[in-house]
Every structure is written in C-alpha cells, then in structure tokens.
C-alpha cells in the first residue's frame, strides 16, 4: 500500500502551549488528507479535511481555530492543536488516498500520542 | 449520514480457527466497504476491501463478504495465528462527487489465544 508518514509519534506537551503534527505521502502526491482523532477503545473520528491550497474543511463541532490545518504541498499536511489543554491529550492519526491504487483507498499514518499536562 | 454497526465488541478465538465480524449500514449509496487492522498505539492498516459490484473478495486467509440487499458486509479470518490479534474496524463511504468520507464501526477487539 502507498505509504503515509507522520511525525512525531508521540509528543507530551504542557497546558497552553502548541504543538505541530506533520503528515507526508511518501510516494505519491495527495491533493487531500484527512485527520482524525481516537480516544481509548473508541473509533476514529473525523475531524476535518485538508485541501492542498485552499482551506481545510472541519467537521461539525470542531472548533478551526483550536486545530489548525495547513496543506501547503502536495505531500504535506500539519495539524498544529493551539493552546493545549488536558482534554485534548488524544490520538491523531491523518490518512490520504493514493489515486494509483484506486480513487477510493484511504492510507493512514502511524498516528501521534499527545499527552498534556 | 451513514451509520455503520460492528459486531461483536470483542471477540476470543483459539488460534487456528476462523473468526468473523459482521457490520451493517444505513445508506444505501454506500458503495466501498474496507476493512482496517490497528494494532496498539498504531495507525490503522487497510487489509481488504470490496466495492459494491461485487458479493465476495478473498486474499489469502481473509475474505469480505457483501450483501447488498440485507446492508451488511463480513470479514472472514480463516486459520488465525496470534499476530492476527489486533482491533479491527470496518467502514463504509459512498461516491458522491468525490470519495466522501470513511463512516468507521466502532471496532472488534480479536484475542487469539495459542
């Protein structure tokens, strides 16, 4: 399958700082990604779509301005969670599709821990 | 919007027999089921998919099964070792103007015991 890397994979910061998460399709060019977030024994929840060149499409309930979203090649996404608190310690995990494989397969990264203090 | 159930929760097989979760869903669009594995503290891991033009998908000792009519879609593992052990999830999607968005199940946590 295309390869998604993301980076870091784990990350503790404290209360009111930010934190940058990167995603990069390694072999192929995305023209969108996705973000989602995982509790504990949960699912995945989307959180919001990012367009290379253009803003990033949030879902319902996510607040855009705590979870900035930045897709500013091809082959990059960030994800930067402004003013850290405790109740977003999650796992974040970004994906993409590589039109090669087909126009409807979705690869994800490895996923980043945040932890705030 | 779609909706789609997993089940079972969790599920405990003996290694080396079958294990197999079932999911349904709402939309009748949907046309693109895939099934992913995530092991702890890792992304999840496309194994299988089918799309809605076909009944039956099998690569190596898993397989997907799709009825289209009842709405639910079934990952089959045969001869299950222990690195089988993992949460799966199922989703589904339809095509709108674009491939929108993977509606997830809530996930099956599979323990095969030795």
């Known amino acids: 399958g295309a390869v998604v890397s993301q980076h870091p994979s784990w990350v503790i910061c404290k209360s009111g700082t930010s934190v940058k998460i990167e995603c990069r399709s390694l072999?192929?060019?995305?023209?969108?990604m996705f973000w989602y977030r995982q509790f504990p024994k949960q699912s995945l929840m989307l959180m919001a779509t990012?367009?290379?060149?253009?803003?990033?499409?949030?879902e319902q309930g996510v607040e855009k301005d705590k979870f900035l979203i930045n897709h500013a090649s091809l082959t990059l996404s960030t994800l930067t969670v402004t003013s850290a608190h405790p109740e977003d310690s999650s796992f974040y995990i970004c994906?993409?599709?590589?039109?090669?494989?087909?126009?409807?397969?979705?690869?994800f990264g490895s996923g980043t821990q945040l932890s705030v203090l | 919007g779609e909706n789609v159930e997993q089940h079972p929760s969790t599920l405990s097989v003996q290694e080396g027999d079958s294990a197999v979760i079932k999911c349904t869903y709402s939309?009748?669009?949907?046309?693109?089921f895939p099934w992913y594995k995530q092991e702890l503290g890792k992304g999840p891991q496309l194994i299988i998919d089918?799309?809605?033009?076909?009944g039956e998908k099998k690569d190596q000792r898993i397989a997907v099964t799709l009825n289209k009519t009842a709405k639910h879609f079934s990952l089959h593992i045969t001869e299950t070792q222990p690195e089988d052990s993992a949460v799966y999830f199922c989703?589904?999607?339809?095509?709108?103007?674009?491939?929108?968005?993977?509606?997830f199940g809530a996930g099956t946590q599979v323990v095969v015991t030795p």
């Open positions: 994906s993409a599709r590589d039109r090669r494989q087909g126009p409807e397969k979705l690869f």
């Open positions: 072999d192929f060019q995305a023209t969108t």
């Open positions: 990012s367009n290379e060149g253009s803003k990033a499409t949030y």
């Open positions: 939309d009748s669009a949907s046309n693109y």
């Open positions: 089918i799309r809605s033009n076909v």
């Open positions: 989703a589904a999607v339809a095509r709108t103007d674009s491939w929108g968005k993977l509606q």
